[in-house]
């Protein structure tokens, strides 16, 4: 089984700045994959960056990166340079191989012009 | 590329009555579609797993006689709910997993249908 908590319901941030969004999660599987994914408005759930848990590089993407700590099970997002299209819910997910991701309660996140 | 649609985006039918919903890959083959089901202001929640050629994998709670899944072919998985209710009101979402990209373990995602049961 798995679980991934998201503590920050909501989030606001102040356009061109970091904003940093929390996620810890626990699985017992060996071989797992953590997501962020982001749901604008719209519904429409977008990978925003994804982590092999195999690899201890954190995975970045543009202005997105995030911070991978395995062993505290930790998988925080950073949204460097904040912009008014980021403002949207953000779901923490983990997963893999062939089962379903289990997703987190998710964060909303404000863009302060 | 990796694009998922899913048809309708919105429902709205009677109580009693049966409500099919279809997922696409459009520009890929998936083995596996998975099916999640999101109530307002909240998470995805994970319905089944959906394989081509055999049968659905239904998550703890998920009846499996009322959410009916076939996935007959490697882009197009359907979900019908049977003797719906005002209760299964809800946003249905799938997503499909590359089978070529498989090793990436990515699931893209439709847009959702909305449900509306009266």
């Known amino acids: 089984a798995q679980t991934v908590t998201q503590s920050q319901p909501e989030m606001s941030v102040q356009e061109a700045e970091t904003v940093t969004l929390s996620c810890t999660y626990d699985t017992s599987e060996s071989d797992y994959y953590l997501f962020w994914y982001k749901q604008p408005p719209s519904r429409q759930m977008i990978l925003v960056i994804r982590?092999?848990?195999?690899?201890?590089q954190n995975a970045t993407e543009n202005r997105f990166s995030v911070n991978f700590q395995k062993a505290a099970k930790s998988f925080s997002l950073k949204i460097s340079d904040s912009q008014l299209g980021d403002a949207a819910m953000y779901f923490c997910a983990s997963g893999g191989g062939a089962d379903g991701l289990t997703f987190g309660k998710g964060t909303h996140l404000i863009i302060q012009p | 590329g990796a694009v998922v649609s899913q048809h309708p985006s919105w429902v709205i039918c009677k109580s009693g009555t049966s409500v099919k919903i279809e997922c696409r890959s459009l520009d890929f083959q998936a083995t596996t579609m998975f099916w999640y089901r999101q109530f307002p202001k909240q998470s995805l929640m994970l319905m089944a797993t959906?394989?081509?050629?055999?049968?659905?994998?239904?998550e703890q709670g998920v009846e499996k006689d009322k959410f009916l899944i076939n996935h007959a072919s490697l882009t197009l998985s359907t979900l019908t709910v049977t003797s719906a209710h005002p209760e299964d009101s809800s946003f249905y979402i799938c997503?499909?997993?590359?089978?070529?990209?498989?090793?990436?373990?990515?699931?893209?995602f439709g847009p959702g249908t909305r449900l509306t049961v009266l």
């Open positions: 959906s394989n081509e050629g055999s049968k659905a994998t239904y």
């Open positions: 997503s499909a997993r590359d089978s070529g990209l498989a090793s990436t373990d990515t699931q893209y």
């Open positions: 982590q092999e848990a195999y690899k201890q």
